[in-house]
């Protein structure tokens, strides 16, 4: 089994900075694929960010020049840096990811969910 944890969630003001983190722990080999979601209130959850293990990202147009993933494999962990932020950001954060585990590509395997508020 594959857990992950996410941390770095809270209040910032708008045009304010936050930086989530996700641990993933359990039988892992390597990373496949890790990212983030988002699902505000009322709305769908939605595609925030992914990096996979050649190091290759994914950003939704929202947050494109605001928000950077990065990844430590040895931690089996990956941060979101927030920039910029606007009170449309404001949302649960999930982590999610796929990992090799045993030879095999499982998942995907999510978090709890972390918030996130923009607020003045």
């Known amino acids: 089994q594959v857990q992950l944890v996410e941390s770095g969630g809270g209040l910032v003001q708008p045009g304010g900075s936050l930086r989530l983190s996700c641990a993933a722990s359990g039988s892992i080999s390597s990373i496949y694929v890790m990212g983030w979601y988002r699902q505000a209130p009322g709305k769908e959850r939605e595609l925030v960010t992914t990096?996979?293990?050649?190091?290759?990202?994914n950003h939704a147009d929202s947050v494109k020049g605001r928000f950077t993933i990065s990844r430590d494999n040895g931690k089996n962990t990956v941060h979101l840096q927030m920039n910029s932020l606007k009170p449309e950001d404001t949302a649960v954060y999930f982590c999610?990811?796929?990992?090799?585990?045993?030879?095999?590509?499982?998942?995907?395997?999510w978090g709890q969910g972390t918030q996130v508020t923009v607020s003045s």
């Open positions: 990096i996979t293990s050649d190091g290759s990202t």
């Open positions: 999610n990811g796929i990992f090799r585990v045993m030879g095999r590509v499982m998942g995907p395997y």
